[in-house]
């Protein structure tokens, strides 16, 4: 089946500093990912659709400078969570669509991060 | 911002018990995808019902689609302690590709 990982899983950073979480689709192609977040008993939250090749899409409400997206191939994109703050931890979750079969997101198995 | 809402919250059975799961949305979809998520982890996609398509089954799992009433439903049959686990509807759109999560129901299965 198709496998998306994250990387780091987990991550704790002081308030300031940016991160990055990596997400890798592993045995398929995708030129579209999402990322979410989510809150600790709370659902999932899109923050954005990101593009293989062209500019990240992002929800309502989600700033585009806090939350760098980058989607530079086929299998990779990047959510560079800039001068976190304690508020900003949180849980990342990224999934992906395969090119050819697009109805379905295989999400990875999510980032924790702990901004102290 | 959530698509709608799933009932109950919460969900507390014995083992062998069937387990429902309600999930309503707001805006007219393409699909409406279910997924488990355990503790602090990933998602698990477990089934995917299209809005043509009023009832679909997997194992255990019996999904329904009214889309006149913009509900959903999903029932697990003979429920396991390993059905333990955090319960999420997602309706998505084909032009997007975007998923709209519920509020999830959480389903405590009592060996």
């Known amino acids: 089946g198709a496998v998306v990982s994250q990387h780091p899983s987990r991550v704790i950073c002081k308030s300031g500093t940016s991160v990055k979480i990596e997400c890798r689709s592993l045995d398929f192609q995708a030129t579209t990912m999402f990322w979410y977040r989510q809150f600790p008993k709370q659902s999932l939250m899109l923050m954005a659709t990101?593009?293989?090749?062209?500019?990240?899409?992002?929800e309502q409400g989600v700033e585009k400078d806090k939350f760098l997206i980058n989607h530079a191939s086929l299998t990779l994109s990047t959510l560079t969570v800039t001068s976190a703050h304690p508020e900003d931890s949180s849980f990342y979750i990224c999934?992906?669509?395969?090119?050819?079969?697009?109805?379905?997101?295989?999400f990875g198995p999510g980032t924790r991060l702990l901004v102290l | 911002s959530q698509q709608g809402e799933e009932d109950p919250q919460a969900l507390s059975i014995q083992e062998g018990e069937n387990a429902t799961m309600n999930c309503s949305y707001k805006t007219s979809i393409n699909n409406l995808q279910w997924y488990r998520q355990n503790s602090g982890r990933g998602l698990v996609h477990l089934i995917l019902i299209r809005s043509n398509e009023r009832e679909k089954h997997s194992g255990r799992l019996r999904v329904t689609l009214d889309t006149s009433k913009k509900s959903s439903s999903l029932l697990i049959t003979a429920s396991r302690a390993a059905d333990t686990a955090s319960y999420f509807c997602?309706?998505?759109?084909?032009?997007?590709?975007?998923?709209?999560f519920g509020q999830g129901t959480t389903l405590q299965v009592k060996p």
């Open positions: 997602a309706t998505g759109s084909s032009n997007t590709g975007k998923l709209i």
């Open positions: 990101s593009n293989e090749g062209s500019k990240a899409t992002y």
């Open positions: 999934s992906a669509r395969d090119r050819f079969s697009g109805e379905t997101q295989y």
